[in-house]
Each structure stands twice: as C-alpha cells, then as structure tokens.
C-alpha cells in the first residue's frame, strides 16, 4: 500500500500555501558518504527531506534484497522526519559504458525496456517511503532518429510507468534537460499532449536549467509551470551553459523565484542540486540551506481560531 501523502495537483494541500517551502538536498551530491551517514547529516543540518538518486552506493535498485532494505529506509526517514523525491538520474546504474544509458529513446526495444523496468522499480520504492514524486528525464535522442520517431518511443516507453504511478498514487515528475529530446517545458506540454494528459504525469522544474534556456526568466517559468509542478530542483547557473553550481556562483535572482514557488502552493520538495560537488558535498550542504532560508518569502503568521494573529512568546 502506498504511504504518498495526499496532496493537490501541484503537490499543494488544496488552498492557498500556508507553509514555508520545504528544502531537501540530493544524494547525488553526497555520493562519498554511506546513505545513512548523508540522511543523518541533513537531518542534523535543519533540512526536510532528501532526494534519493537510486544508486549502487546508496539505494541500489538492481539489489535482490532492494524491498527489505526499502522498508529499513522508511523506518529511518521516519525517524530522522525527512521527506522524500525519489530520483533516477544515476549516470551508470545500467550501463557501466554509458552515461545515462540506456534511455526511453535507445532504438533497442530491449534497452528501452531496461529503463522503464527502473522507472518501475522508482515507482515502487516511492510508494514504499512515502515519496512526493517519482523524477525521470527522456535522454537524448540518438543519431539517426528522427524527431517523431523518438517521441514515439518516449510516450511508448512511459506508459506503463504512468500506470504503475497511477496505481501507487505516486507522480511522475520528468525533468526538462538541456541537450535532451525532453530539454524544455514547452516540451513536458508535447510529451503530455502525446499521452493524453495524464493525471499522474508532472513536472520536474530545474530552477538552473530554467536559466540556462528557458526563454522566460526563472521567476516566470515557476509561475507558467505550477499547474504541472511536483518536483523542483535548485542550484544557481549563468544563460547558456548547463554547468550545477553553488549558490552565488552563477546570475540567478533567488528571491523572486522562492517567491513566486511558495506563492504556487507548491509543498513537495525543493532540493539542491550540486551532483559534481559531491567531493565537497557536507560543506555545500552546510552552505546551502542558509542561502535558500534568507531567500525565501517569510512564511505567514500563524493566526488564532478568530482569525488574528497568534501572540508571540
């Protein structure tokens, strides 16, 4: 049975935000430390919850014992009070050749099926942790495909995926990716326009990659995403180049764009991501929460049964 918490359609409750957005860090950029050494440290440092890369140094989904060790990672989060995305970015889970490979694009339906059976297994360890979203991204489209072909395959390839989410209640969140078939939110609307519009397809929003090419500034593409929104992912980047970096490294304008997120109602996850800082990545743990809480809109007063402001103590 699925523990997904039930929330609106864009991750929300069913009103208006009354929350502070909620921050996580990603694995990914932890992967020099045992997964529970990384859950405790985010715990320790004030964060809410964690996106978990499956991975073969954390949680391996390849693993013969991947439900029993599923089920002692519930417990933990549980225990620690951190929510969870479960994220499937891992650069060589299938394929210690290729990075990302295979994709929902491969030309070898065989090599396609492989990816979906991961997203598949995403879907049932996110419904086993209680996860918010199940995040994917498309790939890039081989040489020699064409574009319609490769949209095919895409929607193809998801469809079973989006009924295993459908029937755990968890959602499919895809990443727009730069240099992927899927590299903008213009594209998420052709994929959801080609399955149909799925009840349980979303969006993962990358606040980075909405600089690096979107052609709306950040603040605007949260604002034109929200009705779609059930992951984000936040680390700052310059116009044009698809490089992660630490906060105040790049050109991105924070506030504006936590602003217009908490103003979504949006209360799944926003998690860092900083996957070629892992080396590093306790100090840019450390570094980042701070940053995203002085840019954050300050959350609402609390306000007593009659509707007024709650005394403070």
């Not at 929510?83 to 694009?105: F, I, M, N, Q």
């Not at 009840?199 to 950040?218: F, K, M």
């Not at 995403?225 to 059930?230: C, G, K, N, Q, T």
């Amino acid at each position: 049975m699925s523990r997904h918490p039930k929330q609106g359609p864009n991750g929300a409750g069913d009103g208006p935000a009354t929350h502070p957005l909620r921050f996580g860090y990603g694995t990914n950029g932890l992967a020099d430390l045992r997964l529970d050494d990384a859950l405790a440290l985010l715990a320790d440092l004030g964060y809410d919850g964690v996106g978990l890369t499956l991975d073969h140094m954390h949680l391996d989904p390849l693993a013969d014992d991947l439900a029993a060790r599923t089920r002692r990672l519930a417990r933990r989060l549980d225990t620690l009070g951190l929510g969870v995305t479960v994220e499937t970015g891992a650069r060589y889970v299938l394929d210690p050749r290729r990075k990302h490979g295979p994709s929902l694009l491969d030309p070898d339906p065989q090599d396609r099926a492989r990816r979906t059976g991961l997203l598949l297994r995403a879907v049932d360890v996110a419904a086993e942790l209680g996860a918010h979203a199940v995040h994917c991204f498309s790939g890039v489209t081989p040489g020699g495909t064409d574009e319609d072909t490769a949209w095919k395959r895409l929607a193809e390839a998801l469809a079973p995926v989006l009924d295993a989410a459908a029937t755990a209640g968890v959602p499919l969140a895809v990443e727009p990716e730069p240099g992927h078939l899927l590299a903008t939110v213009a594209d998420f609307h052709t994929l959801r326009g080609a399955l149909g519009d799925p009840e349980h397809l979303g969006l993962t929003l990358d606040i980075g990659h909405c600089q690096c090419l979107e052609p709306l500034p950040p603040a605007d593409c949260v604002r034109a995403a929200a009705p779609w929104l059930r992951h984000v992912q936040i680390e700052d980047m310059r116009r044009g180049v698809h490089e992660h970096l630490p906060f105040g490294d790049g050109e991105i304008d924070f506030p504006p764009v936590l602003e217009a997120l908490a103003a979504t109602g949006y209360q799944g996850l926003t998690v860092v991501e900083l996957p070629r800082h892992s080396h590093a990545g306790p100090h840019y743990a450390e570094r980042s929460l701070p940053f995203l809480r002085r840019a954050a809109p300050a959350p609402p007063p609390r306000t007593n049964r009659s509707g007024e402001p709650s005394a403070t103590h």
